[in-house]
């Protein structure tokens, strides 16, 4: 049964950090990345990452401050956010691809969503 669990979010100041987690069920040889949809701005494909983890993509936004890695024993795909910005206030979406591109994956629409954790980040 495909299914996309996401957990983590919640509320953090300005400069904090944030691990997302989600829980992947049957979607082994799926990329999966994290997308996000803040009020009022077009949704965006932050991080991606290939079935095997050897490849990922990073948007411009979080280059440097995000990082996605995957444990395919857990069936985990994590996303460690640091030096949150109040930009990255927004709903975080795991999203699966078949895509074996993980730039390909995080621009595209995705196969498989999650519901969603929403990530805010306020003094």
């Known amino acids: 049964q495909v299914q996309l669990v996401e957990s983590g979010g919640g509320l953090v100041h300005p400069g904090g950090s944030l691990r997302l987690s989600c829980a992947a069920s049957g979607l082994d040889d799926y990329t999966i990345g994290w997308f996000r949809q803040a009020p009022g701005k077009e949704r965006e494909g932050v991080s991606c990452?290939?079935?095997?983890?050897?490849?990922?993509y990073y948007a411009d936004s979080v280059k440097g401050r995000f990082a996605i890695s995957r444990d395919n024993a857990k069936n985990t795909v994590y996303l460690q956010m640091n030096s949150l910005k109040a930009e990255d206030t927004a709903v975080y979406y795991c999203?699966?691809?078949?895509?074996?591109?993980?730039?390909?994956?995080?621009?595209?629409?995705?196969?498989?969503w999650g519901k969603g954790t929403l990530v805010t980040v306020s003094s």
């Open positions: 999203v699966a691809d078949r895509s074996s591109f993980a730039d390909y994956a995080c621009r595209g629409s995705g196969d498989y």
């Open positions: 990452i290939t079935s095997r983890g050897g490849i990922t």
